[in-house]
């Protein structure tokens, strides 16, 4: 990749203007992300609500204790208008509302207001985006420490692996002894290509799957919606900007980045 950098100090706000040239395929952003307000607006998120109290009518599986103890697959984006489907790799999977003890990281219990759970280990859960992929998803999780790895995987329309997000060596959680406790942990990309998540291999649990297809350029570390970033550019006053201008005959994509002054 060829590039002239040039720097032109204005009142305010530092522009590098950065003509760049591309040899072989773009770089594609991903980042994993630990708060639920790192995926973009609009987003929209499945909370489980609907498997709460006796849902023993649409449960394929067992339904005890306020679980159904199922492998899917289930319907999970009702409530939300889109096809979108759970399922898990052992047949024993839980969705619902019952007690799920953590261990030393607490419980979670009917407060969660619906969720779902693997079981036993080494299992995995999977939800997939019939409708078409997202670039960004996450839920709200937890897990029974010391019974296995707890992996995060993102997977495109093929199947192949497009993000891998290991909990234990990368974001643990710890919540001990509470109830109904847990941390957010997701995927951001820059374009709609996640068509699945996984959830494996130990006890798991997740709730409040939120995701966006609204994924634009990308801002310190951020995802910033196109329509919002010549707002962004008139407001900076603190940051230095690189500006990638790319003529379209060119095939050179538009994007900014953004890097904290030194002195702010």
């Keep these: 990749m060829l590039g ?13 203007i950065l003509l760049l040239v ?41 339904f005890f204790l306020d679980f159904c103890f199922t492998g899917g697959p289930m319907q999970i984006g009702g409530l939300v208008g889109e096809d979108i489907t759970w399922s898990g790799s052992t047949g024993s999977e839980v969705i619902g ?5 953590l261990e030393t990281n607490g419980e979670w219990n009917a407060n969660r207001d619906g969720y ?31 019974t296995g790895d707890v992996i995060l995987i993102a997977y495109d329309s093929s199947n192949a692996i497009l993000e891998s ?25 820059d374009t709609n290509d996640i068509a699945a998540i996984e959830f494996t291999d130990a ?28 707002l962004i550019l008139a407001g900076a006053q603190s940051f230095s900007w690189m500006i990638s201008v790319v003529l ?7 994007f900014v980045v953004s890097r904290k002054s030194e002195n702010s």
């Design 4 to 16: 002239i950098l040039l720097n032109r100090p204005l009142p305010l706000l530092t522009f590098s």
């Design 22 to 62: 591309p040899i072989g395929a773009q770089n594609v952003f991903a980042t994993t992300v630990i708060d639920a307000n790192d995926i973009p607006a609009p987003s929209q998120t499945v909370d489980f609500s609907q498997f709460t109290g006796d849902f023993s009518g649409i449960c394929p599986g067992t």
């Design 97 to 101: 509302n019952g007690e799920y003890g």
């Design 116 to 146: 779902i759970g693997s079981n036993p280990p080494p299992s995995t859960m999977r939800i997939d985006f019939n409708d078409n992929p997202v670039c960004a998803v996450g839920g709200f999780v937890n897990y029974v420490p010391n």
């Design 165 to 189: 997000f290991d909990l234990l060596a990368d974001a643990p959680i710890s919540t001990p002894n509470t109830f109904n406790d847990g941390a957010f942990r997701g995927f951001v990309r």
């Design 203 to 230: 006890f798991d649990v997740l709730d409040d799957l939120k995701f966006s297809r609204n994924c634009g350029l990308v801002v310190g570390g951020e995802i910033i919606p196109i329509e919002t970033t010549s």
């Design 248 to 254: 379209s005959g060119m095939g050179i994509g538009f």
